[in-house]
């Protein structure tokens, strides 16, 4: 402020002498041009060096800032449902659905019934993409390798995939049983009902597993080991009957 006044009166006092000792216009207009520039930076200068952050001070009350414990927050919730009785009632719910899943798991997609027999075949030989090694690190198969698991491996079973819920499907089946150790796997129905009522076990081609590797789209089918090949042989059963 002192040296924005000091530079003020500066002015005025060069204004006064260059009035009176007639100094060109021009060059009393540049040095009055001068002494404003000077005097706003002076100003700013000022504003700028005074310029401080304070402190106000704490007005109200602070809290910390906390986030609730997830667990927490689940078994609090649970002790609510299990007041309520809705956890007993969810158990039991989970409960049916797991024993619906088990008893009658989702059918296989696209399988349907054979309308035509047809004999077709599943080589199971894969290369080896990279070299195999055991856990000493030696390698046991090096890449490129060809391997076919029927070379050492037996199919003990013949395999025979069909529909539960086709009663001509079922029959059929059970009459082959009875000729034939062959191991029954379901594409649709519950095999825990119709292990008991065959007294023999029956599987279920989860999620079509078998059925998309082997490349079935029909049933029944049955699948028997010939030479180092899986034959693989769709039966319609009107063309049988």
Request: net charge neutral; hydrophobic share 40%.
């Amino acid at each position: 402020m002192v040296v924005r006044t000091v530079f003020s009166i500066q002015c005025s006092v060069f204004k006064s002498s260059a009035e009176a000792f007639k100094f060109p216009r021009l060059l009393v207009a540049t040095l009055k041009q001068i002494c404003f520039f000077v005097v706003f930076l002076s100003t700013e200068y000022w504003t700028l060096n005074t310029a401080q952050a304070k402190d106000f001070g704490t007005h109200g009350v602070i809290y910390p800032i906390e986030e609730e414990d997830p667990i927490q927050l689940i078994q609090q919730k649970l002790i609510v449902m299990e007041e309520r009785g809705e956890l007993e009632r969810h158990n039991k719910e989970l409960q049916k659905k797991t024993a619906a899943a088990v008893e009658r798991p989702q059918p296989v997609t696209g399988i349907t019934r054979a309308t035509e027999s047809r004999v077709f075949y599943f080589d199971p030989t894969y290369v080896v993409q990279e070299d195999l090694k055991d856990h000493r690190g030696r390698i046991i198969a090096k890449k490129g390798t060809k391997i076919n698991p029927l070379e050492t491996v037996n199919l003990s079973q013949n395999l025979v995939f069909f529909d539960g819920d086709d009663v001509q499907q079922r029959e059929y089946v059970q009459q082959e049983l009875k000729v034939e150790n062959i191991k029954s796997v379901l594409v649709k129905g519950a095999p825990l009902a119709l292990s008991e009522e065959w007294q023999v076990p029956v599987y279920f081609d989860q999620g079509g597993l078998l059925t998309k590797k082997l490349g079935i789209h029909h049933v029944p089918a049955f699948v028997s080991k010939e030479n180092l090949r899986l034959r693989i042989e769709e039966i319609n059963l009107g063309e049988k009957k």
